[in-house]
């Protein structure tokens, strides 16, 4: 992802962990999905009056959850299961920095959407650059391209609704919280 606002790497120890676990990984990316869609549809819920974030928090949930269908199928095919919803820590942790307030409750939950949609396209792209070639590499390269569409998608809608100055300083503040939280968390075969 050349253009990443992320101000933290994720360490080549992540990538292996995935590709040691690859059942654990896929999972886990199912509930990412199936909760990403949902977090769409919260959104257009809490904002009925903002037209286009409507629209296109419509749009987000259903590939949202095409895409959690297409990882079902994957995992359907290696022989396992559904397991039930396991929080996210880093989810949980980041929404943490989410304000009150009309206005920066709005705002932050654009910016740490968008964050949260750069941190997958940077995973899911660096989990299809160590698949072997084959319709799985295929599948996450477009899925880490869905992800950079989509942080795209969130700070437009920022800059639809709000100040430019307000966007600017929260963002950074936000991407340095991002930074420090990914460096802090335990390796494990998950999204985050």
């Known amino acids: 992802m050349p253009d990443s606002p992320l101000r933290f ?17 896929l999972l886990d990316h199912a509930t990412a999905e199936k909760k990403a869609s949902g977090m769409a549809i919260s959104m257009l819920s809490h904002y009925p009056d903002r037209t286009e974030l409507v629209t296109a928090m419509a749009d987000l949930a259903i590939e ?8 079902v199928k994957w995992i359907h095919q290696r022989g396992l299961t559904i397991t039930p919803d396991q929080k996210d820590p880093y989810v949980v942790a980041f929404r ?4 009150q307030g009309r206005e920066v409750y709005l705002l932050d939950r654009l910016l740490t959407a968008s964050i949260i ?7 899911f792209a660096l989990v299809a ?10 599948f996450y390269q477009s899925i880490a391209r869905s992800e950079e569409r989509h942080f795209e998608l969130f700070l437009d809608l920022a800059r639809k ?30 999204l985050h």
Do not use: C, N
Request: net charge negative; no cysteine.
């Open 9 to 25: 790497a994720t360490p080549a120890t992540w990538t292996d962990a995935v590709l040691a676990d690859f059942d654990s990984f």
């Open 64 to 71: 949202e959850l095409t895409h959690y269908r297409e990882v």
């Open 96 to 99: 943490e920095s989410i304000r």
């Open 117 to 123: 949609e750069a941190r997958g396209a940077e995973r």
């Open 129 to 138: 650059a160590a698949l072997e070639p084959g319709p799985l590499k295929k």
């Open 161 to 190: 609704y709000l100040a430019p100055d307000m966007i600017e300083q929260r963002w950074d503040e936000l991407l340095d919280i991002e930074a420090a939280l990914v460096e802090g968390l335990p390796i494990r075969a998950a």
